[in-house]
């Protein structure tokens, strides 16, 4: 199972886009700042949007294509699904 997530630092604020293979594993990585990069340089931790697929490809292909998206695209794909920004990673299973 692929996951392709939006992470966010505040509601409105900066976005990520990303794909992995076991999303409770990556999101623990990106809140406890275990990678350097640009979530930890930009506190961006909280889950605000996921999707699944089987597909490896069709994950990183969903993945490029809303890197692609504009911002406000983004932001109504999330209010969509959840409209109060709420952190999803508490209701991952390990």
């Known amino acids: 199972m692929y996951a392709v997530y939006i992470l966010v630092n505040r509601k409105h604020g900066t976005l990520y886009v990303?794909?992995?293979?076991?999303?409770?594993?990556?999101i623990w990585q990106?809140?406890?700042?275990?990678v350097p990069g640009f979530t930890r340089s930009h506190g961006v931790q909280r889950l605000v949007y996921f999707?699944?697929?089987d597909s490896l490809l069709a994950a990183r292909d969903r993945e490029h294509r809303l890197k692609r998206w504009r911002r406000d695209w983004k932001l109504a794909l999330i209010e969509r699904d959840n409209p109060n920004w709420d952190d999803l990673y508490p209701t991952l299973e390990p």
């Open 18 to 26: 990303g794909v992995t293979s076991n999303l409770s594993q990556r």
């Open 30 to 34: 990106h809140r406890s700042k275990a």
């Open 51 to 53: 999707e699944t697929t």
